[in-house]
């Protein structure tokens, strides 16, 4: 008789997780709070217009192969290689950047600001490349049992990089590059993990290598929410059961283990294991009730910065804009530094805009553009009033407006507006925290709520805020890890 598993969310590493069980010979079945699956790598329908609600950004496609690979599946959804990656305009200059993975046609830009960018460019693609190589695989795609298990591997790293555990990013980059333009576009990266270039730890610089060297970006055909759309294709022909609008509040144990979940409606679910998909620390305060992860212990985590998302449906075309597209003001440096505790910076924002129809015609009606807006704000701990959503909005309308020469608020016809509120309520998100628990030095590797449950044997944890981190390609990993896990290898 088959073993059987529930998994408690049906995010991405929710969804890799299943998939692998159910290849193995599990009965794998879902229990999600949302109405469709996805997580935040989600999606809106609306005035004809479809938008990606969440993650825009698609890279790392070589974990999505071995993934695949190891399901004896082909890819179920398809992708093209960007080129340039994205493009950067600064407040106040005409000029935009493109980001090119030729680095010689990217220096070319940087001519009259940085005239020594492709030799400085070279030297730190260098090193990032090294802290990647050195890095990876043996402390982001391992399974740690104890904290002296971590510092063990931790040692099998190059010493060379012991400095740069000692350096922010933003340093990391000062090291290399002496113009506000240069440090700022190759600091950028440093915001994919929900902190700042200024917060972030400088060994996580291994993402430039990512960008320009290793991987780039890629656009999945029909938008992201065709990886998700994939998945459930091939879970379904494993006969894998889905339960939405199912939110678990309680759960009964006996003997180490977990016999039973129970759904905010009463009902009882059984299974042999269980894997929560959900955020691990807030599931283990909310659900587990464990002391470690009290509120006031939640609260004295490190969390990620809030992002308030709008996504607006134009009755015409934007040529003159790429894909992917950041907008930065002139107070970079300030602005990044106060985000999570000055609300107020938010009068002179940056912001990143996704032309998801660009590419993928069919997700606007023809003549128009579906445009999909992420502005990095603090999240409810610190801004838990959002009534000012609307005059925040129209600002980044006004000044997007004003950057690409055309007043894009009279062909507005469809627009939808995320604060921090919504994604704690939709997504479950500790405080609208973007992206989970933050990826200080503590609160990374063994440090990190661990894939494995304290007290019950057969209880694990996927996702974000568990081992490794946080995106697309650590939730696919983390899937990877929880299964080596539930496996027992």
């Not at 656009?219 to 879970?235: P, R, S, W």
């Not at 006004?398 to 894009?408: C, V």
């Amino acid at each position: 008789m088959k073993e059987k598993v529930i998994i408690v969310g049906a995010g991405l590493g929710g969804l890799a997780t299943g998939l692998r069980l159910a290849k193995e010979g599990y009965e794998v079945e879902f229990l999600e709070k949302d109405t469709k699956a996805g997580g935040r790598l989600n999606q809106i329908k609306k005035d004809g217009f479809t938008f990606d609600t969440g993650p825009s950004f698609f890279s790392m496609s070589y974990i999505f192969k071995e993934f695949a690979e190891k399901c004896g599946i082909n890819l179920p959804f398809e992708f093209i290689e960007l080129d340039p990656l994205y493009s950067v305009n600064f407040s106040g200059e005409d000029k935009t950047y493109f980001l090119y993975k030729d680095i010689h046609k990217l220096a070319k830009q940087f001519d009259d600001v940085e005239p020594d960018f492709e030799q400085k460019m070279g030297k730190y693609l260098q090193k990032s490349a090294q802290l990647f190589n050195d890095t990876v695989d043996i402390v982001i795609k391992r399974n740690f049992d104890s904290y002296l298990d971590y510092f063990l591997a931790l040692m099998k790293v190059n010493p060379v990089h012991l400095p740069i555990l000692f350096k922010t990013f933003w340093q990391h980059v000062c090291d290399y590059f002496t113009s506000k333009q240069a440090r700022e576009i190759i600091s950028l990266v440093a915001f994919f993990l929900g902190r700042t270039p200024f917060d972030t730890m400088g060994i996580y610089s291994l993402l430039s290598h990512v960008e320009f060297r290793h991987d780039g970006y890629y656009n999945v055909k029909g938008g992201m929410y065709k990886i998700v759309e994939g998945m459930l294709e091939e879970l379904s022909k494993l006969n894998v059961k889905f339960h939405y609008e199912t939110e678990i509040v309680a759960y009964h144990a006996e003997n180490r283990k977990i016999v039973s979940l129970k759904d905010a409606q009463g009902n009882l679910w059984k299974a042999d294991k269980f894997v929560i998909n959900a955020d691990a620390a807030l599931f283990r305060s909310k659900v587990m009730k464990y002391k470690n992860f009290s509120e006031k212990k939640l609260d004295k985590m490190e969390w990620t910065m809030g992002y308030l998302t709008f996504y607006l449906g134009l009755k015409c075309k934007l040529p003159q804009v790429n894909h992917h597209n950041y907008f930065l003001g002139s107070n970079y440096e300030q602005y990044a530094g106060n985000i999570l505790q000055n609300p107020d910076t938010l009068e002179k924002p940056y912001y990143y805009v996704n032309v998801v129809s660009k590419y993928n015609p069919e997700c606007a009606p023809e003549g128009c553009e579906s445009l999909f807006f992420v502005c990095p704000v603090p999240n409810l701990k610190y801004k838990n009033d959002w009534s000012d959503r609307e005059k925040i909005v129209n600002s980044i309308i006004d000044d997007f407006s004003q950057r690409i020469k055309k007043d894009i608020s009279t062909e507005i016809i469809s627009k939808t507006i995320f604060t921090p509120q919504e994604w704690r309520d939709k997504f479950s998100l500790y405080q609208g925290s973007g992206l989970g628990l933050s990826h200080k030095f503590t609160q990374i590797g063994a440090f990190r709520p661990k894939n494995y449950d304290e007290k019950h044997d057969n209880l694990f944890y996927v996702g974000a805020s568990t081992i490794p981190g946080a995106g697309l390609p650590m939730a696919v990993i983390s899937a990877e890890l929880v299964v080596e896990r539930i496996l027992g290898k």
